[in-house]
Structures are given as C-alpha cells and as structure tokens.
C-alpha cells in the first residue's frame, strides 16, 4: 500500500490541484448557465450569487429569476410588477367562456374596445356578475394579458339596463345601438372617446324616455356615421355640390341633383330629408313634430345606409319596430 493511503493523505494535496487547474483553465471564470428549469418563476435555485457576480438586477421578468435571459434572449429590466390599469366604459356584449366565465366587450373611455375576461361570474354567488350586462356603464380595473385582459374590479356607474329592458322598443333599440358601436370600432384598444360619448348620451337618453327610441337609434345612426366620416350630404348634392336635390342615393353619399341622380335612387320627400338634418343637428323640437310616415321612410334610409357603409348587416334591426303610434297600415291604425 503506498505510503500516502497508510497516513490517510489525499492522493492530490490542495495546493497541487489548485495550481494544475489554474493551467489547464482559462485566465477568467465565468459562472455556469442557469438549467431550464430555472427559468420558472418562483423555482428556489441559488442563482442569487451569479445574478450579483453578473451585475443583473433581481426580480422576475418573462419567467425568469433576477431577470436572467432565456434562451438566449437579452436581459430585460424588471417593471416592477403586474400591468394594471383603470378605466370607464359600457358593455357591448357578452359571451360564455368554460363553465362559469364569460368575455365581456366593453368600449372604454381611453383604451378604445376591450375584450376582457371576467372570471366565475356566472355563479350564483359572483360578486360582480350582475354588473357586467349589457347597457352597463361602469368603472373597471383590469390586468393586460397577452390575448384577453382580466377583469379584477367592477363599480357601476350608471344602471342604464334597468329603464331599457323594462321596454320592448327601448331595449331592441339599444342592443341595435350597441351593435353598431361594436361595428364601427372594429380595432381594439385604439381609442374611440367620440363613439364611446355618443354612445353614452344615447343610452342616456333612451333610459330617460324623453324621445321617440326609433328617433333615438336614427339620430345615432347618423351621428355615428359622422363621427366616423361617412355623414350623408343633406342640403347639397354629393357630387357636384349644387342646392336642387331630387332623390337620394346610398352609394353617391347622400341627396343628389336631378343631373346626377344615378338609376335606381329613392326620391323621398321633403319633410323626410328636413327630418335626417334635425336628427343629425339635435333639433329635437323638430324631430318629435315631424309625421309618422315621414319617421318611417327616415328610418328605412338611414338603416340602409348605415349597412351599406359597414358591409355588413345590423342583425338587431330586424327586430326594431317598424311601425309608429298611430301609423296607418291597411286603413287601419296601428298602436305599438
């Protein structure tokens, strides 16, 4: 046996091993690469002291610890925890997710249509579930998620369902008005802050029931289309601009000339046309005096209108009321 195994010595003293690795190893160390499964947040791994040697920052960011980069990534700084942030709005619709979740479609103040996710509110004992309904405006907080946001808080602000559902002609109007919301803010989180007003001063007034709601829903139609950019002309020809209007035309973009008039144009009467400016202009005096016959033929335009501009059909519109109080049908009038 040699003599270093009988006086219990190590076959390599310390000294000699630290000098054999300092010259087979290179001049500067460099710490190991952290394994896969360290990139999960919350892993307990001791990469507390390669993190200081490297001069990174702690916390967690994209899941991995001290901010480390994964896969080859670059480090990112740490914000400082989860995105949040707080906003007004009203719901457009809804939709069931799983067993008990939904995604609610709001139209916000600031953030422009948002599509959230509200977790458990389909149970009988959700503490929020009733505030997320349709015709809803209310103050929400919610956390940014990389397809649908989570919905964390609700307070609502003004219950305008209450006034609508108690009301067939109230209640087909708004859900057409949130249709047509929904329509015409097609991009999410772009900001709409004239359509999201408009939509709130029409769902206000609708619950208020100071107006006729089929004049309600034309006078947004055509409010919406301005605010969009496609306002029909009224008081002059869509093409060459001069005073005499005859017919008007959905695809030349309102009232034409007898000059211009294209084939297959509605020639409307005059009260008619009188009737779409006050709506546009919120001459509600003007509005509420007009015909019924003269409401009707407004309402046809406009819708037919509306549609052809969003290429796409109003679903809810089949189920507004096409009849006014005391319109005649068949010789007979007709109460709705």
Request: proline residues 5%; positive net charge.
């Amino acid at each position: 046996m040699p003599d270093h195994a009988r006086a219990g010595l190590p076959w390599r003293t310390p000294e000699g091993s630290r000098r054999r690795a300092a010259a087979r190893s290179p001049a500067v160390w460099l710490p190991r690469r952290a394994p896969a499964r360290a990139c999960w947040a919350g892993a307990r791994v001791g990469l507390c002291g390669v993190a200081s040697a490297m001069g990174i920052r702690a916390g967690f960011r994209g899941g991995c610890p001290g901010g480390l980069p994964a896969a080859g990534g670059r480090a990112r700084p740490y914000d400082g925890g989860v995105s949040l942030y707080r906003d007004e709005g009203v719901v457009l619709r809804t939709q069931k997710l799983g067993e008990a979740d939904r995604i609610i479609t709001i139209l916000t103040r600031r953030t422009g249509k948002v599509r959230g996710v509200a977790k458990g509110v389909r149970r009988t004992m959700s503490r929020f579930g009733a505030r997320l309904e349709p015709f809803s405006h209310v103050d929400l907080q919610l956390h940014s998620g990389r397809s649908l946001d989570v919905i964390t808080q609700v307070e609502t602000l003004h219950p305008y369902g209450e006034a609508i559902v108690a009301d067939y002609a109230r209640y087909t109007a708004g859900t057409a008005m949130l249709e047509t919301a929904d329509r015409l803010t097609a991009g999410e989180k772009e900001p709409a802050l004239r359509q999201f007003l408009l939509l709130v001063g029409g769902l206000r007034t609708l619950a208020e029931g100071s107006h006729e709601a089929r004049l309600v829903l034309d006078a947004f139609f055509l409010r919406s289309l301005a605010v969009a950019g496609y306002a029909p002309a009224l008081s002059e020809c869509a093409r060459c601009g001069a005073e005499a209007t005859r017919a008007f035309a959905i695809a030349a973009g309102g009232v034409v000339c007898g000059s211009c008039r294209p084939a297959g144009a509605a020639v409307p009467a005059a009260e008619t046309i009188a009737l779409m400016i006050a709506l546009l202009r919120g001459d509600w005096a003007a509005a509420d005096a007009s015909e019924p016959r003269h409401r009707a033929e407004c309402s046809g335009l406009v819708a037919a209108y509306l549609q052809w501009h969003l290429e796409h059909g109003i679903r809810s519109l089949r189920h507004v009321e096409r009849e006014w109080p005391g319109q005649m049908i068949g010789g007979e009038a007709r109460v709705t």
